[in-house]
């Protein structure tokens, strides 16, 4: 039994002091190497893919080991972040109502590539010297190199459905299909924290034991709970000791008990190991709001519920901890609410300064009743989601003048209702309603005969005809061929499938890009596949360009094929090209030396950031749909480093069943950002 009291803003957690009786059996953290996590081979032949899977799907967390030179690197910065906590002018302290206080620094991460300045402001003390700053932008960094990873492969391992992003942009324009796309355009909150309290064991020593035993009374714990973001990454606190001679160093005792309620209902006390060379991924709530109704089928994955307990300590001891949560975008839509998140963040900023700092607490009921009875401004319309403008072509006037009324539709036409969830819609004219002109699936390309099952991939792919190649997506489903000839790039691009488009191309420069930096401006040539000409139905803004080959360069901001279908300012730099479609297969040949006129480096040893995707599902009728993408980043055309593949995301199978969790959003996510990340939203 625990005796529980509400503290708040406790480093990544909701607080609850409790003060427990017994301590829960002792369980090993699932565990995968970082040499496995980082290579994609190695993760597949492992088997760390399964151990990855199973430990999201089953505990929620899994430790990543073995990071080169990371134990040494922690308790370095570790140790520097308390010494410089206490001189640096920014350090929040917070007190809690057992007498703990708490120092932080914080600071933010913008993606993964990025770290903003850790916020200590001015002082003239040495402890928050450059060269302590270098030490933690290192620590930081490895720890963003480490998150990357581990989104990749949580995107590899748990896909979502087709044409179902994670997140949507909130202005219409673009989604985050993947965790990574997730991931890499939020900002993420960082903390350092120190935590301190008067002992009654004030002249204790570090030889002095803390409780081990089982039937001790321990106190200061935080109550089994999940956190509200995506997920956090952590490092297991260390325990700082305060010498007589006024140095600190990293004392060999207990930093407190870290403990998860599994999936059986049993809770365990969770072990990292004592080396201190583990990063912790814990996945929080965010994945059960809006990642496993968007996912094909199960295994789903689990927040977990988890809790600390502190350890007794003396007042010249503080426990010293780290973590990083990982948040959607600002920009990102909640479909719940029809605002973005950034919006919900404001809102609960608010709601905490009206409330005396203290918010709603955990149901957040004002916010949700302000956000339930959404209304859109007069010169707005709630179209897919959100509150959308009203457009030249179509307003309240402008409709009323047609003797039409103002709709959210396709470019089909079809008139939107909130359980159509797919699809790009905006304001139009029309006397239609959802009853006479419901939204129905996107043309599907025709199920292959099975004389496809012996068809022969590798004849008609054809690398026996080129010097290179190089497999792609995933089970050697598709291929990129090529020569060098005369300077030129001679390519052939073949998939095991009837696509509705396949393509090839150059990334867009760095700073270029809107919710898909790199995507998002990018040069490609693009193979279509639509022999049916008829668009009947299709309103003024759909495109249609037929079966063939083209240069196009994606909208640096706006994803929708509509946006960029226009190739009249493109340059066409190919010499050559085709497409070529057959019953079961598909592939697109081009001879070029750039991709609309953005020029190839085809030497040896240059390097080339590319990018390639296919579309098997339908036909592009206004609606590009998802795919089969990947990047191949600092590739080379001649030489034995080919680069490597990094699949984006795949297919479903269209036998899969969709996913059984219905679809919702917990206001508690931004609510909670307040509580957990005390001071920063």
């Known amino acids: 039994m625990c005796k529980m009291s509400a503290i708040f803003g406790f480093t990544v957690f909701a607080a609850v002091l409790v003060s427990c009786e017994s301590i829960s059996p002792v369980m090993k953290a699932p565990t995968v190497s970082y040499v496995n996590l980082m290579e994609p081979v190695n993760f597949l032949d492992s088997g760390a893919n399964d151990v990855l899977k199973r430990a999201l799907s089953e505990e929620g967390l899994v430790a990543i080991a073995d990071i080169p030179g990371f134990a040494e690197l922690r308790r370095e910065v570790l140790l520097g972040s308390y010494k410089c906590a206490k001189q640096a002018p920014e350090a929040r302290t917070t007190a809690f109502e057992d007498g703990t206080s708490r120092r932080t620094i914080a600071a933010t991460a913008t993606g993964v590539d990025k770290l903003n300045a850790m916020e200590f402001g001015t002082t003239t003390g040495d402890a928050c010297s ?73 002249h204790a020593t570090s030889d ?19 956190d509200q973001g995506i997920f956090i990454a952590f490092t297991p606190a260390i325990l700082v000791e305060d010498s007589t001679n006024g140095e600190a160093h990293v004392a060999s005792l207990e930093a407190g008990r870290f403990y998860v309620k599994l999936m059986d209902g049993s809770t365990v006390t ?141 470019q089909r036409g079809e008139i939107w209702v909130p359980e159509n969830r797919h699809g790009d819609y905006n304001p139009i004219c ?18 292959k005969p099975e004389s496809c099952a012996t068809a022969d991939f590798a004849a008609y792919a054809g690398a026996a005809d080129y010097q290179h190649s190089l497999n792609l997506g995933f089970a050697d489903e598709a291929m990129l061929m090529w020569n060098i000839t005369d300077g030129m790039l001679v390519g052939k691009m073949a998939v095991k499938s009837v696509v509705g488009w396949l393509a090839f191309g150059l990334l867009a420069a760095e700073g270029v890009g809107g919710a898909h930096p790199g995507m998002n401006g990018a040069h490609i040539v693009m193979g279509v596949n639509d022999p049916d000409p008829d668009v009947a139905g299709m309103n003024e803004t759909a495109p249609f360009v037929g079966t063939g080959v083209a240069e196009y360069m994606i909208h640096p901001t706006k994803s929708a094929f509509r946006h960029w279908a226009d190739t009249s300012a493109v340059t066409q730099s190919a010499t050559a090209s085709s497409i070529d479609i057959t019953d079961c297969h598909s592939s697109m040949t081009f001879t070029c030396s750039a991709v609309g006129g953005q020029a190839l480096a085809l030497g040896d040893n240059q390097r080339n950031n590319l990018t390639w995707g296919y579309h098997t599902s339908t036909f592009l009728k206004g609606y590009h749909g998802f795919a089969t993408k990947g990047k191949l980043e600092n590739f080379t055309f001649s030489g034995e480093n080919k680069g490597s593949v990094a699949v984006v995301s795949k297919v479903p199978d269209e036998n899969a069943a969709p996913s059984a969790v219905a679809p919702f959003f917990a206001v508690l996510f931004v609510c909670q950002l307040v509580v957990l990340f005390n001071g920063r939203i």
């Open 270 to 410: 969770m072990d990292f190991g004592d080396d201190g060379n583990v990063l912790v991924f814990m996945l929080g709530d965010g994945v059960e709001q809006y990642v496993n109704n968007k996912l094909i089928k199960g295994p789903f994955l689990r927040a977990a519920p988890h809790g600390m307990v502190m350890p007794d300590h003396t007042d010249a001891q503080s426990r010293v901890w780290y973590g990083r949560m990982f948040l959607p975008p600002m920009d990102a839509l909640s479909e719940a609410h029809g605002i973005s998140f950034g919006q919900l963040r404001k809102k609960m900023i608010e709601d905490v300064h009206a409330g005396g700092g203290k918010g709603q607490g955990m149901g957040c009921s004002r916010m949700l009743q302000e956000t339930e009875g959404l209304q859109c401004e007069t010169n707005q319309i709630y179209c897919w989601m959100r509150c959308m403008e009203h457009t030249e072509t179509a307003s309240a006037d402008i409709c009323d003048e047609q003797n039409l009324s103002l709709k959210c539709a396709n």
């Open 130 to 202: 450059a060269s302590f700053q270098a030490k933690a932008d290192e620590f930081r960094m490895l720890i963003s190199t480490t998150a990357k990873a581990f989104t990749q492969r949580i995107g590899d391992l748990f896909t979502t459905a087709e044409d179902e992003p994670l997140l949507r942009h909130f202005d219409g324009e673009g989604s985050f299909d993947t965790m990574e796309d997730v991931v890499a355009n939020a900002e993420h909150l960082e903390h350092f924290h120190t935590y301190y309290k008067p002992s009654p064991a004030a």
């Open 430 to 447: 029309t006397s239609d309603t959802n009853d006479t002109k419901p939204v129905t699936p996107t043309e599907q390309i025709p199920a």
């Open 208 to 226: 002095s034991p803390g409780p081990s035993d089982a039937s001790e009374a321990v106190t200061s714990t935080i109550d089994l709970h999940a």
